[in-house]
């Protein structure tokens, strides 16, 4: 008799999940759609082409906001089976509280091992087609910049000069062993600049002691400034989208990274946040359903609703404030991972103190 209630617990749980899930994503993909009609505007494709985009993106956003899913998801399913009096009927049988709230908060972790082994893989490769489909579609190819075994490139035109930049290592903002060959339009070599390091805190770079080599003659000046679209900044941005990325992609940048000297901090805090889904999910739908029974269902279903919001926000800002720390290294990385969830799971085990009496 008690496994049939587990089973029916579970399928109703599933059913909120799947409901809440669905909310999601058609207004996420609304929300990218206005994003993605800007974008194409003047490229005069098809009008279904930012529908396409907006859907390809959208499971990567989700994946990203699986925990406050899973918070309203568990809201709805026990405001459900409040509303049927079903909670009479479990402890009826044996099921209490605390064995139900148990059982759904177990059942989401398995999905979060789940969502890790498979949906992570399936949205980041439909992030990465998302990104390589918007770059193909971009009308203006002047620039690209990506990391290779042999250090960081840049390609960058400016004033109709091409110029390819290789640099070995990049620290804060600077360039270091960099070698940069400019071309004409027509891809005629115009000269070649080598030097030990180029400051580009801004898009005019700073070079000192620069080896010039134009038409077989070779030239040493002291101070050399060029102009170029990219600095510190965007550069740093060109690596931030992670969630484009799989697994094994992530550990290649990673050992990249560590090979130009590139700041390793941002990859090492996006694995431990993948790695933290399970636990982040079961605590979620732990909290939720503790807020649930502590209200006893009397509050109306817009205002739980409300509050879920309100929790899943504070959450979140809590959490991006800890993992910004971690980030900018003023707290360890692990650390600025796992103390929110430590805190929330606390919070959690105060919170099922006499869960049964609810």
Not at 6 to 34: H, P, R, T
Not at 220 to 234: A, G, P, W
Request: proline share 2%; hydrophobic share 50%.
């Amino acid at each position: 008799m008690i496994l049939t209630y587990k089973k029916y617990i579970l399928k109703e749980f599933v059913k909120s999940l799947m409901k809440i899930l669905a909310v999601f994503f058609f207004l996420i993909v609304i929300s990218n759609l206005f994003e993605e009609l800007s974008f194409v505007e003047k490229l005069n494709l098809n009008p279904v082409y930012p529908l396409f985009l907006s859907v390809l993106n959208a499971p990567s956003v989700i994946f990203d906001i699986l925990p406050f899913i899973f918070l309203i998801s568990t809201q709805f399913f026990f405001i459900n089976l409040a509303e049927k009096d079903e909670f009479n009927i479990f402890k009826l049988n044996g099921l209490t509280n605390f064995k139900i709230l148990n059982l759904v908060t177990f059942f989401s972790f398995i999905i979060g091992i789940l969502a890790i082994l498979f949906f992570y893989t399936f949205s980041s490769s439909l992030k990465n087609h998302y990104l390589e489909t918007k770059n193909n579609l971009t009308t203006d190819k002047k620039y690209l910049a990506v990391i290779t075994d042999n250090g960081l490139w840049i390609k960058d035109e400016i004033d109709g000069i091409i110029s390819i930049t290789n640099a070995d290592k990049i620290n804060n903002n600077f360039l270091n062993d960099v070698s940069i060959v400019q071309f004409d339009k027509d891809f005629n070599l115009i000269k070649t600049i080598i030097c030990d390091k180029i400051n580009i805190e801004n898009k005019e770079w700073k070079i000192e002691n620069a080896v010039i080599n134009q038409n077989n003659t070779k030239q040493i000046l002291k101070n050399l400034t060029i102009k170029s679209n990219f600095d510190e900044r965007k550069i740093n941005n060109l690596f931030s989208n992670l969630s484009s990325f799989s697994f094994w992609e992530l550990e290649k940048i990673k050992r990249d990274y560590q090979a130009l000297g590139y700041s390793t901090r941002e990859v090492i805090v996006y694995k431990n946040k993948i790695y933290s889904v399970p636990i982040y999910l079961a605590i979620m739908t732990l909290l939720s359903g503790i807020i649930m029974f502590n209200s006893k269902y009397k509050k109306s279903k817009i205002l739980n609703i409300i509050i879920g919001i309100f929790i899943s926000v504070l959450i979140y800002y809590v959490s991006y404030f800890s993992n910004l720390l971690g980030t900018n290294n003023k707290i360890p990385i692990i650390l600025s991972i796992w103390l929110p969830l430590t805190i929330i799971g606390l919070f959690c085990l105060i919170g099922l103190v006499r869960i049964n009496d609810k």
